[in-house]
């Protein structure tokens, strides 16, 4: 039952459903059999968060353990959060509505660098302060984590901790210590030392960071036995691995409106642009059968009649053509739609386009990246483009006559040259529609190319380069449409300012705390979104903290240096990288890890090799 003082409210914006809970699939509890209660807050919008795989999989985790209670927070958009301010409404969980600072935990998932002013607006429309040392109490304890907790640094003073890796066995080996805590009556102190003897768990307040006159860190000391260095959380078998037989459905459109099955974690290609690439490694695949029953259960449960076949790389998995005989008898049956979001150009088969096919499927997505084959060398794609043109006829002689192609500018080694690439490459697809003897009737083709500004990212062989100038990017997007003759080709570009600030906290330190915090009080929130994006607000909190963007994205980092997340382990070496990033300069490509291992250092966290010897791989 929705409460009075808020129900009378819900008319009164644009998407009341955002706010109302009550969905099939919610879980409810009753409060007086419950002894730990978690706000699970994803900072963004309801759509988004509600589309996202892993929000589903911990709040089904948590809610299945007896006595414990998980409830979801989403970021009021700007006509509800004045209203909840103007009421004295605190934020609250969408199952109980209750306001989360009464509750034991409040976990934020963090996937993106600029819904960080976002965590500290919903701490504030809790009624929190938004510094870790303010809250004196140890409930709620704050927590993060998702891939941005990677590098933490630059919002490590509104965090009381943070889980390094993957969450499944995690995230109830700390909520076990949550529950030992509360009923012995542990205070803060206490807890978050105890917390960081858990492996994968970073307590900041426990590391003092010390900088050499440069600005650059001298060092990274721990403290009260907290460990040097902290090594992520891995799920090992993935087939074993909790997974949810429901999912809230939503009464208002989100972004992913379906079913989603993890077929695997992990990417097996190692480019060396890609910050996922590298945190979910080692590559581990989920069997079919396994797959097979989740995807039935959940579409059985849900009513959804799509079921998407989640990963970084669906065609790696070395069973898909075995998966997708085991899902088409049933979903041909029922009519539900099989969606594989991320294929690649050098392992699309014609057979596996026969299979997709055979249910509802409109244009297909791929992303080449970088449009010479000379720059894909160095960024280590591995596609050439006979590769592109081959799985374009292939989609083309099927029925497709629209195709994605996505790419990056400002990659390292960049030129004009592989700017203009971009666009012939393209146009060469374009080409090939019109040469194809069995090219559909009556249709033409549409070619879409979408082109995101470079970030360097942590954890990456690219983590020491520097970004491009906002100048470089805006004269490269300029290139773009000058070079474009065809009305068949469609060209979208990134914003550069957004993607400089994600670049300056993405490769951030602690002392940028205070500029997430200015930021947010000069009125940063939802900087995910255009309309609420402003740069100006980030260049004079930069200024008026005496830092310099510059310093964090656009400067070349020595290989010597410490960097302010090199005493987080994510499982591969700094050596490693360094090697990628030199391969790099001299267009040097490196084997996938199937093919050959390039010795990352990620096979420490299986306790052994990450692949058995495959000869017809070779």
């Given at each position: ?17 955002r706010?109302?809970g ?9 409060k007086?059999e419950?002894?730990l209660?978690?706000?699970f807050?994803?900072p963004d ?7 996202h ?6 709040y089904?985790l948590?809610n ?24 004295g ?13 009464e509750?034991?935990?409040i976990?934020?998932?963090l ?11 919903m701490?504030?429309l ?6 870790s ?32 890796g ?9 909520l ?12 803060k102190?206490r807890?978050?030392?105890q ?17 050499n ?17 902290v090594t ?16 809230v459905?939503p009464?208002?459109e989100?972004?992913h ?41 959940l579409?059985?449960a ?8 989640t990963?970084?790389?669906t ?10 005989e ?16 991320s294929?690649?150009?050098?392992n699309f ?7 997709i ?7 297909l997505?791929?992303?080449?990246e ?11 794609k591995?596609?050439?483009?006979e ?13 497709c ?45 549409q070619?879409?190319?979408s082109?995101?500004?470079?970030v360097?990212?942590p ?6 380069r520097p970004q ?6 805006r ?19 990134h914003d ?7 670049a ?8 940028l ?13 939802l900087?995910?979104?255009d ?8 260049t004079?909190?930069l200024?008026?903290?005496?830092l310099?963007?510059?310093?964090y ?7 010597d240096?410490i960097?302010p ?13 360094i ?15 199937r ?7 990620a096979?420490h ?7 058995e ?6």
């Amino acid at each position: 039952m929705i409460p009075a003082n808020i129900d009378r409210q819900l008319l009164r914006v644009q998407k009341p459903a955002r706010y109302a809970g009550g969905e099939m699939g919610s879980v409810m509890k009753q409060k007086a059999e419950v002894d730990l209660r978690f706000a699970f807050c994803f900072p963004d919008l309801y759509e988004v968060g509600m589309s996202h795989l892993g929000m589903k999989i911990l709040y089904s985790l948590i809610n299945r353990e007896e006595g414990m209670w998980c409830e979801r927070v989403f970021a009021p958009d700007t006509d509800f959060e004045a209203i909840l301010r103007r009421e004295g409404i605190p934020l609250y969980g969408l199952e109980s509505f209750d306001p989360i600072r009464e509750f034991d935990v409040i976990g934020f998932t963090l996937q993106y660098e600029m819904c960080y002013t976002t965590v500290l607006n919903m701490l504030d429309l809790a009624g929190l302060p938004v510094r870790s040392a303010d809250r004196k109490d140890l409930w709620p304890l704050v927590i993060g984590g998702g891939p941005c907790a990677c590098n933490p640094e630059p919002i490590a003073d509104f965090f009381d901790l943070f889980q390094l890796g993957e969450g499944e066995e995690l995230m109830l080996e700390m909520l076990a210590l949550c529950r030992q805590a509360k009923k012995e009556g542990w205070t803060k102190p206490r807890f978050l030392r105890q917390a960081a003897k858990i492996p994968g768990i970073y307590v900041p307040s426990l590391y003092d960071v010390l900088y050499n006159d440069d600005g650059t860190i001298q060092s990274v000391v721990s403290k009260e036995g907290a460990p040097p260095r902290v090594t992520k959380r891995i799920v090992k078998d993935l087939s074993k691995m909790y997974f949810p037989d429901n999912f809230v459905v939503p009464f208002t459109e989100v972004v992913h409106d379906r079913a989603m099955v993890e077929v695997l974690r992990g990417c097996l290609r190692g480019c060396r642009f890609c910050q996922a690439g590298y945190l979910y490694r080692p590559f581990r695949e989920k069997d079919p059968e396994a797959l097979d029953v989740q995807a039935k259960t959940l579409c059985a449960a849900t009513g959804y009649e799509e079921v998407s076949l989640t990963s970084l790389s669906t065609s790696d998995h070395s069973r898909l053509e075995q998966l997708m005989e085991r899902l088409l008898p049933w979903t041909t049956q029922k009519k539900v739609n099989i969606a594989l979001p991320s294929l690649r150009v050098d392992n699309f088969s014609p057979r596996l386009l026969e299979m997709i096919r055979k249910v509802r499927q409109s244009g297909l997505t791929f992303a080449p990246e970088a449009g010479s084959q000379r720059l894909r060398d160095a960024i280590n794609k591995n596609v050439t483009e006979e590769e592109v043109l081959s799985t374009a006829r292939t989609a083309f002689e099927g029925g497709c006559s629209s195709m994605k192609l996505y790419f990056m500018m400002g990659l390292p080694t960049e030129t004009m040259e592989d700017m203009d690439a971009i666009i012939d490459l393209a146009q060469k697809v374009v080409d090939l529609f019109y040469r194809l003897p069995g090219k559909p009737k009556g249709r033409g083709v549409q070619v879409t190319i979408s082109v995101a500004c470079f970030v360097p990212k942590p954890h990456t062989p690219f983590q020491f380069r520097p970004q491009d100038s906002l100048e470089e990017f805006r004269e490269k997007q300029k290139r773009l449409l000058e070079t474009v003759t065809s009305r068949k080709i469609k060209v979208n570009y990134h914003d550069a300012a957004t993607s400089r600030v994600e670049a300056i906290l993405a490769r951030g330190d602690r002392r940028l705390s205070q500029v997430v915090e200015a930021v947010w009080r000069a009125g940063g929130n939802l900087e995910g979104w255009d309309e609420h994006f402003s740069s100006h607000r980030w260049t004079a909190a930069l200024a008026a903290a005496g830092l310099d963007g510059d310093f964090y994205a656009c400067r070349l980092r020595p290989y010597d240096e410490i960097l302010p997340w090199d005493h987080l382990d994510y499982g591969i070496t700094k050596d490693f990288l360094i090697r990628e990033d030199q391969r790099a300069q001299g267009s040097r490509t490196t084997e996938n890890c199937r093919r050959q291992c390039s010795g990352c250092g990620a096979n420490h966290l299986l306790g052994g090799a990450c692949f058995e010897a495959d000869e017809s791989v070779l």
